[in-house]
Structure formats: structure tokens, C-alpha cells
């Protein structure tokens, strides 16, 4: 079963930027499209991106379009998020897992995942 360790969240200033990383074990990595969702206070999990086996296929939800970069190590069986230009809309705790869909797919009934990485975003 996959277990994944997120981590690098943290509290930064509006237009400020963090990297997460989330550390896969308990299948092989390189064998998954994986995503980053997030969840904010009192909302549903929001599909983030998406990055394909070899990590040349991303995709980004239109709200972090042209901020966010998603990449991924194999080696390191690690995957990670930049996250730039932050804006407090982005306060979410942040999980990693496995690819089930986009911006439709509700996550919180598919899959595991880790304890997450808080984001805060503010002045």
C-alpha cells in the first residue's frame, strides 16, 4: 500500500514562495501519474496537478496555472511542488497521491494519503 510523507509547508507572505516534497514508498514510484490536491478550511479536496510516469506531462488547475510547477525525482521516489506568487487563497493543507482525475474527481473517497503539508498564506 502507498505511503506518502509530505513536507516544506510553512507560513509566507503574499507573493512569496515554498517547494513541497512528498516522499512515496510501498509501491514503485515511477510506475504512477501522480497528483497534488489540497484542502482548504471547510472545503472539499481540490485536484491541484498532475505529472505523468516519466514527468514530461503536466497539468494544472486554472487557479494555479502559470505559478505552480509540478516535478518529479524517480530516483528519489519523490515528488514536488513550487510554488510561486502565493496568494491566500492558496491556505490549504497540501496531500500527494496517486492520479484519479482532475478537477471533477473528488479525492477524499480515493486513495491514501499522508498527514499533509500546511500552506499559509498571509501578511
Known amino acids: 500500500q502507498a505511503q506518502f510523507v509530505e513536507s516544506g509547508g510553512g507560513l509566507v507572505q503574499p507573493g512569496g514562495s515554498l517547494r513541497v516534497s512528498c516522499e512515496v514508498s510501498?509501491?514503485?514510484?515511477?510506475?504512477?501519474?501522480m497528483s497534488w490536491v489540497r484542502q482548504a478550511p471547510g472545503k472539499r479536496l481540490e485536484w491541484v496537478s498532475d505529472?505523468?510516469?516519466?514527468?514530461?506531462?503536466?497539468r494544472y488547475a486554472d487557479s494555479v496555472k502559470g505559478r505552480f510547477t509540478i516535478s518529479r525525482d524517480n530516483a528519489k521516489n519523490t515528488l514536488y511542488l513550487q510554488m510561486n506568487d502565493l496568494k491566500p487563497e492558496d491556505t490549504a493543507v497540501y496531500y500527494c497521491?496517486?492520479?484519479?482525475?482532475?478537477?471533477?474527481?473528488?479525492?477524499?473517497?480515493?486513495?491514501?494519503r499522508g498527514q499533509g503539508t500546511q500552506v499559509t498564506v498571509s501578511s
Open positions: 510501498g509501491i514503485t514510484f515511477r510506475d504512477y501519474h
Open positions: 497521491s496517486k492520479f484519479f482525475g482532475r478537477a471533477e474527481t473528488d479525492y477524499t473517497t480515493l486513495g491514501t
Open positions: 505529472i505523468n510516469t516519466g514527468g514530461t506531462e503536466t
